[in-house]
């Protein structure tokens, strides 16, 4: 075992985690103990809290009360059903749209305004300048998603100056579900500080410009966060449901299945068949320029998400680990079609994205994977996840059986 790697003694995260992460004495992960006041709170009045906390915003004429970011997947129709069944709060719902959206993204997003009956409006900028700051952003920064992360954290802000609705509502926080970063009851709040060191790991759309290529102002002012002056005029705030509510995304999805018709499919890279179906390459590329950066990929997140609720061993995460983590990514064609790379040139990016931690070179464009996974001390010889099916409910195609190919923008479906 690398003697810089501690392995958290409950989960499997490490102390390379992106995040940032720490341990105590008994070796168990601070994202661990944080998760633990899920069971010790007291949710029903931490509820009472909520509902006292979005009380002012309560619009006295039939106007919007506030905004929910939303998109085709992961918990948007749960947040909009707490929100608008639970809080009784009319919301305005705001969707930056990706450009890698899947069939299966664009009918949860269409069914999710009809079954709630909502307003939405989307932001779709420009494609031409999207590709243009994507291939810097793939070529310097290894990564691919830094447009849809930059514009889905400034487009719901922007709204809510630009409309004066000055409450935002958002699910859980990655930071807390994850590694513990704050306290439930420090009730941290959406802050530009968190955006720029965490969403975009510091290369916000100020810093993007000044690295060595031909992005201009011109090309990056969409992705914008507003100054403060422009916060504070409105009074602009963001809260975090998962710090009021005990979060589960698994029984979320599962309820939001059964009463509003949500649908999931499954991936070759991860168990999980909820998080991210509204995309062709957060669970494939995206995911796959992730293991080569940091040694870790998504299916350890939600390994880590399970073993903390305990449908799933530690045994057997490291098992799921193992099962997933070295999956080639699909659709990597269609990426390369739209960005107009040839796939050998694909191919050179995504070798030169590999962090040599994790990654040894033993012949010409062959590597031998030294990741966070070849820390974890235990060895399982037969699989004991097929009770993972009672949880991760399989109920579509991303590609609803038609070729796959990116929407650039859906009409929506029938229902």
């Not at 905004?67 to 909009?80: E, K, L, Q």
């Not at 513990?180 to 759309?205: A, C, I, K, P, W």
């Not at 590597?367 to 004991?384: A, P, Q, R």
Request: overall charge positive; glycine content about 4%; some cysteine.
């Amino acid at each position: 075992m690398d003697q810089n790697i501690q392995i958290c003694k409950r989960c499997l995260y490490s102390n390379l985690h992106p995040l940032g992460i720490t341990f105590n004495t008994e070796g168990v992960c601070s994202g661990c103990e944080i998760f633990e006041e899920k069971n010790t709170l007291d949710w029903k009045q931490r509820w009472l809290q909520l509902e006292k906390k979005i009380k002012p915003y309560k619009s006295k004429k039939k106007n919007y009360d506030c905004i929910i970011p939303v998109n085709g997947g992961n918990d948007s129709y749960f947040i909009v059903h707490l929100v608008k069944n639970k809080l009784k709060l009319n919301p305005l719902l705001v969707s930056y749209n990706k450009y890698f959206n899947t069939p299966l993204g664009i009918k949860n997003l269409s069914n999710l305004r009809i079954k709630f009956d909502v307003d939405i409006i989307y932001q779709n900028v420009n494609p031409l300048k999207i590709k243009k700051i994507t291939r810097h952003t793939f070529n310097e920064l290894k990564s691919i998603y830094w447009p849809i992360l930059a514009g889905s954290t400034a487009f719901p802000v922007q709204t809510a100056i630009n409309f004066k609705i000055p409450l935002i509502i958002w699910g859980a926080h990655q930071g807390v579900e994850q590694v513990g970063m704050f306290s439930h009851e420090q009730e941290v709040e959406m802050s530009r500080r968190y955006r720029e060191d965490h969403d975009l790991f510091t290369n916000d759309e100020t810093n993007l410009n000044k690295l060595e290529n031909d992005l201009t102002d011109d090309d990056l002012w969409q992705f914008k966060y507003p100054d403060d002056k422009s916060i504070n005029s409105i009074g602009v705030r963001g809260i975090y449901l998962s710090n009021f509510v005990r979060w589960d995304p698994v029984a979320q999805h599962i309820q939001m299945i059964k009463d509003y018709k949500y649908q999931s499919a499954k991936f070759s890279r991860t168990f999980d068949t909820y998080d991210h179906v509204d995309c062709y390459n957060y669970m494939n590329l995206h995911d796959y320029l992730k293991l080569l950066k940091h040694g870790y990929s998504k299916v350890t997140d939600h390994v880590c998400r399970e073993i903390r609720h305990k449908r799933i061993s530690r045994d057997q995460g490291i098992n799921l680990i193992r099962k997933y983590e070295l999956v080639n990514p699909d659709y990597l064609n269609l990426f390369s079609d739209w960005l107009g790379l040839n796939m050998n040139s694909l191919q050179m990016v995504i070798d030169r994205s590999r962090d040599i931690k994790y990654w040894e070179e033993y012949d010409l464009n062959k590597f031998k994977f030294n990741g966070i996974s070849k820390n974890f001390n235990t060895t399982i010889d037969n699989d004991k996840t097929q009770k993972l099916s009672d949880y991760f409910i399989s109920n579509s195609k991303i590609s609803l059986n038609k070729k796959p190919k990116y929407i650039t923008f859906g009409k929506g479906f029938e229902n």
